[in-house]
């Protein structure tokens, strides 16, 4: 059951409009990155939760964990800045919640190391190919309940 998602890069805040039209009951946090475009007014105009941040610093989730993160083109956008994208990998393990789900969407490359990182802090990961003829991937984890 998911309640609590995250979407690290909300663009358009597309995932959180997608949840509602299909009348899931979902609580979203839109997580706008400070280098991206800056489309917070638009997502709080549709009257969606958001925030802008920095991945390169910790997010403040207290008490909130959450049972799904999803981020498009944040990996690769994060290969240029000033921290790591283990880095990235250990903020998301810290709040996310056992037995949560992690779905990426980006360049193989990008997708290729992400699954590298996922593994190393023992996740279950694996790369699905999208099949339309771009060089994008999607990596899809999920934390296990018990580290192995």
């Not at 059951?1 to 039209?21: C, K, P, Q, T, W």
């Not at 593994?119 to 580290?147: H, M, Y």
Request: hydrophobic share 45%.
């Amino acid at each position: 059951m998911i309640r609590n998602v995250m979407d690290m890069s909300a663009h358009y805040g597309g995932l959180n409009a997608a949840f509602l039209e299909e009348r899931k009951s979902v609580w979203v946090m839109n997580v706008v990155p400070v280098n991206a475009l800056y489309t917070l007014p638009l997502i709080l105009d549709l009257g969606f939760a958001g925030v802008l941040h920095d991945w390169c610093e910790p997010f403040p989730t207290y008490p909130r964990t959450y049972d799904l993160l999803h981020a498009n083109g944040l990996l690769s956008h994060l290969s240029s800045e000033r921290c790591s994208m283990m880095d990235l990998f250990l903020e998301m393990d810290r709040i996310l919640r056992p037995e949560g789900w992690v779905v990426l969407c980006d360049k193989v490359g990008a997708i290729e190391m992400a699954r590298m990182f996922a593994t190393q802090i023992r996740w279950e990961a694996r790369v699905i190919d999208l099949q339309n003829g771009s060089d994008q991937r999607l990596l899809v984890c999920q934390k296990p309940f018990v580290k192995k």
